[in-house]
């Protein structure tokens, strides 16, 4: 048992101290959760002083403080936003009325769910990239890895919280199943898909980053409109941090693009072998990258049509993402949605209840945000003058889940055979060949301000440090 | 304190996002106080007319991309429109057109006001429309050092309580000459009343006054800010007061005679007069408000103003007796002691209450000395307070000093042996160094 103040320990606005029971039930998890980083944490990463971003309060002035820490003594604080007291439930069948600050008995079972997946996640996303640390192409991106690790694990608490807040024992024993399970376990894996995939290199952990941490921003903000106020609270502060996940994504995948152009305009070649034997990735890998945690991630939010989905609306569970600024009934008792079926081995539109379409309603903003992003990427092949855009496959193309799992169908969207799908798979999607390739230029780099040769630097440094900045010290 | 947006001369320091580095995250709109910030499907904007410079968003943003300035002339400030079909930054505008800009008004171009807060309500009603230039990177950054967060123990402040649109109304109760009279550089302590109208303020926080009348181009001019140089509970406890330290602009940068208006407009005012005030503004350059804690202030001219409100509130609280382990150390520097604002009063405080050192440059027959060189002398006892996570230090002055003063303090502490990259950091981190310059 931990002696550890957690009212000290644990920056937190929730009134810790003032809560026995909580603090007790906090007391007795948090053992087991260092246990766990110490396990599947990062690897080999106990030492570091590592330049990270601490939340201490929820306001501007307080959720952004940094220095050096060693991770294992990260404050993983608990922070809700601020209450409203009059805040009013604003979507499904309960609208108007007020939210609530406890669960209700009817939807725990649901809550806890959702909770629990989302939670899940977390630890998740920490255990599949703990190697990446080994590899990293600079100090600078090895403190973004740990950023992003220390902000999983502290959504990890921020769940956590809410089950032994408001659950119980039952809350409390998924609070401990939270750390037993493990991705990639054949016995006991994580609860989704993406997240029991290896994240082997750090092309892979920037297009998981921009890709499926995306998937996490819609699935908080979808959250954050919810009835039960306190995961509105918690999931909002959230994603304040997961911006950061996106853009380690996001400006990742843009220096090693911005890297590749600049060698094929010294080479003055686009053959993919002399661009892998200069060290860079060749633009069509990263399109079959792209490709794969695409379709990987579209599959997070489940099946087009889903009664649990529309449960979870009616209910006041979880909103759509934006909620408040849509201009509807926030019933959406009569309205329509299309989804993609396949007809005789076509793809066509059909409209279907809006409320069991609230899946694919969230896919689809994630797809147009998702697009943005990557028409940013396309802007530095055409500043390097380059005639290769990358583009994102059609969502019914690799689909593990809803009415177009396994169905095949290229990334532009034409139906193909099956025998048509595995001559070409190789062609759409990260092959073992170019996994092993890109595996072959992952060499840690760690002197201050240099890259490895497969990435350019980033245009600025972290909190206005310059680029060359010991982001990690090693002791 | 910390760049923001400035109106200098006509000339706004604009505050944009990069589009070319913005992931268009949300969190800067989410963050802004003031709805300063909006976007369409393509880039997220910052509205120069709304955007009170309050720095809420910047720490928070993932990439940086907040943190960009551009200077403009105030009348061609970058509209939304224009901003939401960027895909880039624009290149800076001329150094000459600038230029242009602030000569047609030249009695403008003394009048150099601080960075802060206050810059951006002001920009709100100088008309702001569209247009810009490029981030001013210069090798030293004060934004590095300085922190953004106040002490831990720091008191609440209100801020923006007054906006340009709707200033408040304040009597002078107060105007003295507090330099020796006949000598340059004049400067008076001006005392404003505030009667029944609240106005809670704490000392390092500011105000700006908006000159009455119009400037060259018919419009009304443009607020000036001051550091408020009073306690909290007023210059006068118990009242609704506060104390401004105004140095009256005769002459521009380069020396030739011109007349700053809202200086000579302050400091010709008569006991009775109305002013109109905005604010307050500032909520990081505040004191530490716990016992023991220790204040090391580095100030020149009139950047003694907030040094003065901190002492004197310290001075009021010395008899409570839970301040006696708290230290006061100020560094002070002027041209000469007939120049030094507040200099006879200073000397007679209690050499055990505060730990003064003066820095005169200009004093016939003597070296030139600077308070970073006062800094350098006092460096075994500077290292002992910086060790101590209860000191807590300020500089506020002339822009040109910070960056000696920073370099100063590093000697300082890399001459300890101690690791400058950490401390520095740390300072910055915990809210411990602030800087506020003009």
């Not at chain 1, 260092?34 to 990062?42: H, L, S, T, Y």
């Not at chain 1, 993919?272 to 860079?280: D, F, I, S």
């Not at chain 1, 999607?429 to 996994?435: E, I």
């Amino acid at each position: 048992m931990s002696n550890i103040d957690y009212s000290v320990k644990i920056p937190n606005n929730v009134d810790l101290s003032g809560d026995r029971t909580l603090q007790r039930a906090l007391e007795s998890w948090q053992p087991n959760f260092i246990k766990w980083w110490d396990d599947v944490g990062p690897e080999g990463s106990t030492n570091h002083d590592v330049y990270l971003r601490t939340a201490v309060s929820v306001d501007p002035q307080g959720w952004a403080q940094f220095g050096y820490v060693k991770m294992r003594d990260y404050r993983w604080g608990i922070f809700l936003n601020p209450a409203d007291q009059d805040r009013a439930i604003h979507f499904g069948d309960h609208k108007g009325e007020k939210a609530w600050q406890e669960v209700p008995g009817e939807h725990r079972a649901n809550l806890r769910r959702i909770i629990v997946t989302q939670g899940d996640t977390e630890p998740a996303s920490v255990e599949q990239q703990r190697h990446l640390g080994l590899t990293a192409p600079s100090l600078y991106d090895l403190r973004n890895l740990f950023q992003v690790n220390v902000e999983e694990g502290r959504h990890l608490w921020a769940m956590v919280y809410l089950l032994h807040k408001y659950f119980g024992r039952d809350g409390r024993e998924e609070a401990e199943a939270l750390l037993e399970r493990q991705s990639g376990d054949e016995n006991n894996p994580r609860i989704l898909g993406a997240f029991n995939e290896k994240t082997p290199d750090w092309l892979a952990f920037f297009m998981f980053t921009y890709f499926t941490d995306r998937d996490g921003k819609f699935q908080l903000a979808a959250l954050a409109e919810s009835a039960f106020d306190p995961l509105a609270r918690t999931t909002k502060f959230m994603l304040t941090e997961e911006a950061h996940h996106m853009f380690v994504g996001e400006s990742g995948v843009s220096r090693v693009l911005q890297r590749t152009c600049q060698v094929m305009n010294e080479l003055k070649t686009d053959d993919a072998n002399k661009l892998r034997a200069a060290g860079v990735i060749d633009l069509p890998t990263m399109q079959r990258y792209l490709n794969f945690h695409y379709s990987v991630t579209i599959d997070l939010f489940g099946a087009d049509q889903s009664s649990n989905a529309a449960t979870f609306y009616s209910s006041g569970l979880k909103g759509r993402y934006e909620e408040g600024k849509r201009a509807d009934d926030h019933a959406l008792h009569d309205q329509q949605y299309k989804v993609l079926e396949v007809v005789d081995g076509k793809l066509q539109e059909k409209d279907v209840p809006m409320l069991n379409a609230l899946n694919e309603v969230l896919r689809d903003d994630y797809i147009k945000d998702s697009n943005a992003g990557v028409g940013r990427w396309n802007k530095v092949m055409e500043k390097a003058g380059i005639d290769f855009r990358l583009t994102v496959p059609h969502k019914a193309f690799n689909r593990q889940i809803g009415a177009l799992a396994g169905v095949r169908i290229s990334p532009d969207g034409r139906p193909v055979t099956e025998a048509e799908w595995q001559s070409r798979k190789n062609d759409w999607l990260a092959s073992d060949d170019d996994r092993t390739f890109v595996a072959s230029l992952m060499k840690q780099c760690l002197e201050p301000g240099k890259f490895a040769g497969w990435i350019a630097p980033p245009v600025m440094g972290i909190n206005r440090q310059p680029v060359d900045f010991e982001y990690v010290r090693f002791n | 304190m910390t760049t923001t947006t400035m109106i200098e001369n006509g000339i706004l320091n604009q505050h944009l996002i990069d589009p070319e580095i913005c992931i268009r995250c949300n969190t800067c709109e989410a963050t802004c106080p003031v709805d300063a910030i909006t976007h369409d499907d393509t880039n997220y904007v910052v509205m120069a007319d709304k955007c009170n410079g309050c720095m809420d968003c910047i720490s928070p943003c993932p990439t940086g991309s907040i943190d960009n300035w551009r200077k403009v002339p105030a009348a061609e400030a970058y509209s939304i429109a224009d901003q939401f079909s960027w895909e880039a930054l624009p290149q800076e505008i001329s150094a000459e057109r600038l230029a242009a800009v602030q000569n047609a008004d030249p009695a403008a171009v003394a009048e150099v006001e601080d960075l802060s807060q206050a810059q951006a309500a002001i920009a709100a009603v100088a008309g702001l429309t569209s247009n810009v230039g490029e981030i001013g990177e210069t090798p030293f950054r004060s934004a590095a050092f300085g922190a953004t967060v106040p002490p831990w123990s720091a008191a609440h402040a209100y801020t923006n309580l007054y906006a340009p649109k709707s200033p408040v109304t304040a009597s002078v109760v107060g105007n003295i000459n507090c330099t020796e009279a006949g000598f340059d550089n004049e400067t008076h302590h001006i005392v404003l009343d505030f009667g029944a109208m609240p106005f809670p303020v704490l000392e390092g926080q500011s105000i700006a006054i908006i000159p009455p009348g119009v400037d060259a181009n018919g419009k009304p001019h443009v607020a000036r800010q001051y550091s408020i140089a009073s306690a909290r509970n007023g210059e006068r406890p118990g009242y609704n007061n506060i104390a401004l330290t105004v140095k009256r602009v005769t002459q521009d940068h380069e020396g030739k005679p011109v007349r700053g208006v809202a200086s000579n407009y302050l400091c010709d005012l008569n006991v009775g007069d109305k002013v109109q005030v905005i604010g307050p503004f500032g909520h990081s350059f505040l004191m530490p408000n716990h016992p023991r804690s220790h204040i090391v202030m580095i100030c020149t001219g009139t950047g003694s103003a907030p040094m003065r409100a901190m002492t004197e509130w310290r001075r009021r609280l010395r008899k409570s007796g839970k301040f006696d382990g708290g230290k006061l150390m100020l560094f002070f520097g002027a041209r000469t002691p007939q120049e030094l604002p507040y200099f006879g009063p200073l000397q007679n405080l209690p050499k055990d209450f505060i730990d003064n050192n003066f820095a005169f440059s200009r004093v016939a027959e003597q070296p030139k000395r600077y308070v970073q060189d006062a800094i350098r002398e006092r460096a075994v006892d500077l290292v002992e307070l910086i060790k101590d996570d209860n000191t807590h230090i300020y500089v506020c002055g002339l822009k040109s000093m910070e960056e000696g003063v920073v370099l100063a303090l590093r000697d300082v502490i890399v001459q300890a042996g101690m690791d400058w990259d950490s401390v520095a950091a740390k300072l910055k981190q915990h809210g411990r160094l602030h800087l506020e310059t003009y």
